[in-house]
């Protein structure tokens, strides 16, 4: 191996994490401080049971959304038994809820989701909520609202069968959304206007203000659900500057933060279907973009700095024997864990060739929606039913412990980690463990 490789890697991956100044010991967005679903903390526990179980605080509906959390606050959203669209502010000590605004009306369910599937997104300052409507509003941490638009009512409501589920990416003052959906929309799908076609963009909205930065088109040659995308951008620091890298549509694709403008995209697999929606959002390990497929399709490394079509030219290396449909990797101690949450399998891979180091499977029966979350040498995850798993990420696959909800399910969010403690989210509760 060239021996400037690994120190080449090393610094693009540690200057793709130098962008985020969130403290390790808050989980500020979905995919935590590092955008990869890990954080560097200590202490949690490896024990999950009534012994490390500090406190459970009912919520009012189910929902995918992962709670976010900043100093002794946690923000999550929820519907409430009127279908409003409600963000809740709980004190992270206590589970207390210091208080809850409505921020949108008109709660649908599809299949398993809601309009509560993105999660809210915190600068340790303000707290900014997104629902499937298009409603988007932004409190300050005592719940003062600050402004609120519905982007439905701008764009056209977000046209995908299963509801809009990307979480906004905040980055210096600035969020940024990916609206990709399916340009011509049934009658059947769940519309919040009368509308029968709209584009696919990114949308940068300046965060102190509510107003639009900019908006770019993002094409695509994909059909019908496979133009959709729930994914959540990330961005990426190399060769090209600051990238914010997207998927969806069956490609994955870098743009630049400053206007949208797209400087790359690779086609991920080679097969064309009309139902390739793709839900899993791209990742950065070991200095490779990575992006998964739906429905059996490969994760495919790129490498950096590609310029036009990258399909070929800067391809890395593929996964094909237990990708991910829904779960999005986790990079943690340098290392990758992908999840294939309908066989329950887990793999742990070197992200500079794709080697596979070792695979398992997590007990019980049912799919795994949620994706995970991994810090101080350990995984954490929960499947549909409601058990929530503690695992090693350590030299062999091993199942450190597990604790049930019964009657608390469909689980569908994914653990945060923060501050010494996990916090699950259930459809009857929220429950947060932690050492005594």
Known sequence: MNPIRPLALALASA?????????????????????????????????????????????PGKAGSTPVVTGDRIFLTSPDEQRNLVLFCLDRKSGKVLWSRVAGVGDKEVGRNNTCAPSPVTDGKRVWALFGTGDLAAFDLDGKPLWSRNLGKDFGSLGLMWIYGASPLLLDGRLYLPVLQRKEVPPDYPRFDGKPGRDSFLLCIDAKSGKDVWKALRTTDSTKESSESYATPVTFQGPNGTELIIVGGDHVSGHRLKDGSEIWRARLYEKRDDWYRIVTSPVIAGGYILAS????????????????????????????????????????????????????????????????????????????????????????????????????????????????????????????????????????????????
């Open 15 to 59: 200057l793709a994490l130098g962008l985020h100044a969130a403290s390790d010991a808050d989980w500020p967005q979905w995919r935590g401080p590092h955008q990869d679903g890990s954080t560097r903390m200590a202490g949690l526990p490896a024990t999950l049971g009534p012994s490390t179980l500090r406190w459970s605080t009912p919520l």
């Open 293 to 436: 497929g739906p429905k059996g399709q490969p994760v495919v490394a790129f490498k950096p700095g590609a310029k036009g079509d990258a399909t070929t030219t800067h391809r890395a290396w593929d996964f094909r024997e237990a990708p991910t449909d829904w779960s999005t990797p986790c990079v943690l101690d340098g290392r990758l864990y992908v999840l294939d949450g309908q066989k329950r399998i887990l793999t742990k891979l070197d992200p500079a060739d794709g080697r596979s180091i070792w695979s398992g499977k997590i007990p019980g029966s049912g799919p795994i929606w949620g994706s995970l979350s991994g810090a101080g040498g350990r995984l954490y995850v929960h499947d549909e039913a409601g058990t929530v798993f503690a695992l090693s990420a350590g030299d062999a696959f091993e199942v450190l412990s597990s604790h049930a909800f019964p009657g608390e399910a469909p689980c569908k969010g994914s653990v945060a980690l923060a501050h010494g403690r996990l916090f699950v989210r259930t459809a009857k509760a929220l429950h947060c463990f932690g050492q005594p």
